[in-house]
């Protein structure tokens, strides 16, 4: 296998844990802040159909975006409506959201364009291009710098260079700025807080959008960039692997990343397998292969990480008068 073979492969990796990346961060600020979301699925369903759909009325990329942010929040506020506002059982939320996007979208999508739930597929100049850096192409036959620099870093959607950007912004956040230290703060204290004079509904709100947004970032890139078109349940449980990695990173952004680039790994890794002759094994079986993500995902959640400790005050509403 040759250095470029090594990049390419990586390369698949990025792409693929992208989505991943950006749920997992959006996870991370909202259980941060006390909030247990396992409605990231839904969430990013929800942004994949509404950015198809947009996009293919207005023929339109940026709008079909503006639509799948505006779905995220939108998902998100009812979760902390659910969960802050009316102190409802944030699982119980978390798993409507789920099942409400799996179903509108489905239906919606057979309504309106009688595909099967499919929306029609997105010619190119509709979808989000790859972006090639600068000198990419001119580097290319350099040793060693041209495939990494060519063939890993540079022709990915702008979905996968903000997803990475969003991991030292998220740690910045979280460690340096007042706001991130309230967050914080409001997961594992929010007694504490509120004696503080902070208001605990408006952060864990706060909190909340900022997962919403990552989110609809997330389900727009599946359907207008990594794919053509909204597909029913697109996303494939990638918001419970998300949940999953954000567990192995121990509410970490850079955990995150690891996590998620890990995954993203063993994705590209399956699909350059399918079809291909191992040795002592023969042709590797397509679906084992594919289940290899779900394989390590039951593997984290079944505790070999090591202990994880969640935020002291994750999935519990805040009632003030129990000061």
């Known amino acids: 296998m040759t250095l470029t073979d090594v990049a390419l492969i990586l390369a698949s990796a990025l792409r693929l844990s992208t ?3 950006l749920a997992c961060l959006a996870g991370l600020y909202s259980e941060r802040a006390g909030i247990f979301n396992i ?4 969430m990013m369903l929800g942004a994949a159909f509404a950015a198809a759909v947009t996009a293919t009325q207005t023929q339109s990329a940026g709008l079909g975006l503006l639509a799948g942010l505006i779905v995220g929040v939108l998902l998100a506020l009812v979760h902390a409506f659910a969960s802050i506002t009316q102190r409802g059982n944030q699982i119980v939320s978390g798993v409507a959201i789920n099942t409400l996007a799996i179903g509108l979208t489905a239906v919606l999508g057979n309504a309106w364009y009688k595909e099967g739930g499919r929306t029609p597929p997105l010619p190119a100049n509709v979808r989000f291009q790859t972006i090639e850096l600068p000198y990419a192409a001119s580097l290319r036959d350099t040793p060693v710098v041209g495939p990494l620099y060519s063939d890993l ?3 990915h959607y702008i979905f996968v260079y903000v997803a990475l950007l969003a991991v030292p ?4 956040v979280l460690n340096e700025t007042r706001f991130g230290l309230r967050l914080r703060a409001v997961g594992e204290n929010p007694a504490a807080v ?3 004079g902070v208001s605990v509904e408006r952060m864990r709100y706060l909190a909340l959008v900022c997962c919403g947004l990552l989110c609809g970032l997330a389900g727009t890139y599946m359907s207008t960039a990594q794919s053509a078109s909204f597909v029913t349940e697109m996303t494939a449980g990638k918001g419970f692997i998300a949940l999953a990695a954000l567990i192995f990173a121990k509410w970490r952004p850079w955990g995150a ?3 998620c680039l890990l995954f993203g790994l063993l994705d590209a890794f399956a699909i ?3 079809g291909a002759t191992l040795p002592l094994i023969g042709q590797a079986p397509v679906q084992a292969i594919q289940a290899l993500p779900y394989l390590l995902t039951v593997v984290l959640l079944a505790g070999f990480i090591g202990r994880a400790i969640p935020p002291k005050a994750g999935g519990v509403p805040y009632v003030k008068e129990r000061r």
Request: without cysteine; negative net charge; proline residues 4%.
């Open 257 to 259: 990343l690891g996590a």
């Open 272 to 274: 350059r397998l399918e």
């Open 153 to 155: 870093l540079s022709g």
């Open 39 to 42: 409605g990231l699925e839904g």
């Open 19 to 21: 989505p991943l990346l």
């Open 194 to 196: 509120d004696t503080a």
């Open 169 to 172: 912004f998220t740690a910045f």
